[in-house]
């Protein structure tokens, strides 16, 4: 309710001072205009240069990446086993930490 209450005392201060100086609103509005076309611009230059550059392949825009290679039968194989190694690991680890803690809730 308080919340409420300062919103529309601010509201009413605000036309209040909008009436009053209104020459000076208008100087500010004049001022400030221009800034958020500058910055609007600016930003929706960015977003659609992104968006041409995802959308059209330029061999010059890409200098030195290279194409995704197949993984080889073994590389994969390779692969997995790390992948369980790790899980394994995770897994001791969780256990180590369930442990501890349940050791020090006692």
């Known amino acids: ?4 209450v300062g919103g529309l005392v601010a509201v009413f201060l605000g036309i ?8 000076d609103f208008l100087h500010l509005l004049a001022g400030a205009v221009p800034l958020m ?3 609007g611009g600016a930003m929706a230059a960015y977003l659609g240069y992104d968006e041409v550059k995802d959308q059209v392949k330029l061999p010059f825009l890409k200098k030195g990446e290279q194409p995704a290679q197949e993984a080889s039968d073994e590389d994969v194989s390779k692969y997995k086993e790390e992948l369980e190694k790790y899980k ?9 930490l369930e442990k501890k803690s349940s050791s020090e809730e006692q």
């Open 1 to 4: 309710m308080k919340v409420f």
């Open 16 to 23: 209040i001072g909008i009436f009053t100086f209104f020459g």
């Open 37 to 39: 076309l500058l910055v």
């Open 88 to 96: 394994a690991e995770v897994e001791k680890l969780k256990a180590e």
